[in-house]
């Protein structure tokens, strides 16, 4: 057998002289389907994307200001005084009733469901999801909920591609591609950021980056910002002043803003954890009734002392990258939206993180700034800069999704010299969290319900080998017309385990394994090999992939593999069995650690 590690996949003159003026050979043609299909869903995502945000202008207006109007305003200037403290839980019961007596999986910030549909559900939601969850989440947040819409939309846009996937009867697969291209459209049309759109549903939920199903996302989330600017126009979400870095010195800082904003991840993942145990275990009749109430009342509480925490928080997040905030309030703000988002997520009821998040990191990022620029007042550029970089660090650590968080707040800042310190900020943000916390805020849901979920996605590593890298060249050939009787004198079976049987010219006719040997035969009809050769058994050629052998090897139900030279006279030049593709395993284990074993006296990092 082959000695690994396994080289670069370079293919062979053969293979390519084979697949010149092929038709679907790196893409299949029911991608050109699909993404027709996924154009379609991201029109209607979007469009229910900008349907929720009119929706969640109005229930504040309502509820806040006494008035029906579709104006975005802000629930931080209403004049209530102390009955702000009872308007969330009307909203928190409502939605805990539609939990209880509707649809369960509208708990929640939306992405560990959908996440869940794609991974257990073979990508099915129910219509419920799609029709209840706007409304549950326009309720949650026009109530002074303190989420984001984003987590909602994504689950709801990917309800729509899970409907339609199944309306038009779809592989489970391609639901799933469909599935992700709702969410994208949702998250793209949500903040006029395609690019933050494909990766969420790349990190998130296809946890993969193949062309047939990377293509399709990418022309929903396209689809879905056209249709958000046809009503809300180019401007950005979040207009803000172009940052520049004083030196390259300054990164060391964003580091350490790195470290900080993991430890604020960390312990916001800890702390919703606990919190949704302790409201899961409250001992009394109908808790995800009544839990949520019990949350939002304490968010009135909070919300009475810090009006800022209410709702998306979206004019504090324009206030913190425009430095119209002071340290004091940075802080308040910061620290209030925190337990306002954990209190409220863990008590059961729905809305996004997302712009949660932005606003818990953005006012500690920029009271960092500021106190740095007391030790290096040369050195800190901006504090808004600061409350950017810190922004995408929070979400990244939390979400496990730095990729996402980088790309979306270049795209809010649409600044090139952001770049850099995201990625820095970002980078050891998630790495600290990854390092004290085996679960991110998307899954600890679907951890505690027995699921195991891996946002680590790589090339798998049957589709980084050729078939002749780990096929056996030393092996037995038998001739079809020799008599059995004849083999058996001269056969020593070692560690045979498969061997080809060929005619005169050379061409396979079947295999044999050891035990067909034992057959019996008479002095008047001997048998011969050509009688015993059995035909299970996968053909393959050197230069394809091990995947698409082992998918032949699938399709067929066997175990052994025959490599051959030719279309023609299929002359074996190699075997392979189901355990030698097994080994590819222990290659990506002694790969993976700090010294490799030596096999047959052969170093393995050879």
């Not at 990022?365 to 600061?386: I, K």
């Not at 050379?506 to 009688?531: C, F, N, Q, W, Y």
Request: aromatic fraction near 8%.
């Amino acid at each position: 057998m082959a000695e690994f590690p396994i080289p670069e996949i370079a293919a062979t003159p053969e293979s390519q002289s084979s697949r010149k003026g092929q038709f679907g050979v790196a893409l299949e043609p029911e991608v050109v389907r699909i993404s027709i299909f996924a154009l379609g869903v991201g029109l209607v995502a979007g469009l229910v994307a900008q349907g929720l945000l009119e929706l969640i202008h109005f229930f504040t207006n309502l509820f806040f200001y006494g008035k029906i109007s579709f104006a975005d305003t802000n629930p931080a200037g209403n004049h209530l005084g102390l009955w702000v403290i009872l308007i969330p839980s009307i909203g928190a019961l409502v939605v805990g009733l539609m939990i209880y007596y509707l649809e369960p999986t509208l708990k929640g910030h939306g992405i560990p469901e959908a996440m869940e549909a794609v991974l257990f559900g073979k990508s099915r939601m129910r219509i419920r999801v799609a029709v209840l969850k706007p409304l549950a989440t326009a309720l949650a947040i026009g109530t002074g909920g303190p989420f984001g819409a984003e987590g909602p939309i994504i689950q709801t846009g990917a309800a729509i591609g899970s409907l339609f996937g199944q309306a038009v009867g779809l592989s489970p697969y391609y639901r799933r591609v469909l599935l992700a291209s709702g969410a994208a459209a949702g998250m793209a049309a949500t903040f006029t950021a395609p690019l933050a759109g494909i990766l969420v549903a790349v990190e998130l939920l296809l946890f993969e980056l193949r062309a047939r199903s990377f293509i399709p996302v990418a022309f929903a989330a396209a689809v879905a910002t056209g249709v958000r600017i046809h009503f809300a126009g180019w401007a950005p979400l979040f207009p803000m002043a172009a940052y520049r870095l004083t030196s390259m010195t300054e990164l060391w800082l964003f580091a350490v803003l790195g470290l900080l904003m993991g430890a604020v991840g960390v312990v916001m993942i800890r702390v919703l954890a606990w919190l949704e145990d302790f409201f899961d275990e409250l001992p009394f009749r109908h808790a995800l009734i009544w839990s949520p109430v019990i949350g939002a009342l304490i968010l009135g509480v909070i919300g009475y002392f810090y009006p800022q925490v209410l709702g998306t928080s979206y004019d504090t997040i324009r206030d913190m990258l425009n430095d119209r905030l002071t340290a004091g309030h940075l802080v308040g703000i910061s620290v209030a939206k925190f337990w306002a988002l954990v209190i409220s997520l863990g008590s059961g009821t729905t809305g996004g993180v997302f712009a949660p998040s932005l606003v818990v990191g953005g006012g500690l990022g920029a009271t960092f700034a500021m106190g740095a620029q007391h030790l290096f007042p040369t050195l800190v550029s901006d504090p808004a800069f600061y409350a950017l970089a810190a922004m995408a660090a929070v979400f990244g650590g939390i979400a496990r999704a730095p990729f996402t968080s980088i790309v979306f707040l270049f795209e809010l800042s649409h600044n090139p010299n952001a770049l850099l310190p995201l990625v820095v900020c970002v980078m050891v943000s998630d790495g600290l969290v990854r390092l004290c916390s085996r679960e991110s805020i998307m899954t600890i849901k679907l951890v505690k319900r027995g699921l195991i979920v891996l946002q680590d996605y790589s090339a798998p590593v049957l589709m980084r080998a050729r078939i002749d890298q780990v096929m056996r060249k030393q092996f037995t050939i038998f001739k079809a017309d020799d008599e059995l009787r004849t083999v058996l004198e001269t056969f020593v079976p070692g560690d045979a385990t498969l061997m080809p049987v060929v005619d005169a010219a050379g061409a396979l006719v079947g295999i044999v394994e050891p035990h067909d040997l034992l057959r019996t035969d008479s002095a008047e009809h001997p048998l011969k090999m050509r009688e015993l050769a059995r035909q299970d058994y996968v053909l393959a050629h050197p230069g394809e992939l091990v995947d698409q052998v082992h998918r032949e090897m699938m399709r067929k139900e066997t175990e052994n593999v025959v490599v051959v030279e030719g279309d023609a006279l299929r002359n074996p030049v190699g075997i392979a069995r189901a355990n030698d593709i097994l080994q590819l395993r222990r290659w990506l284990m002694e790969e993976e650690t700090r010294e490799p074993r030596k096999r047959q006296g052969v170093a393995s990092s050879q």
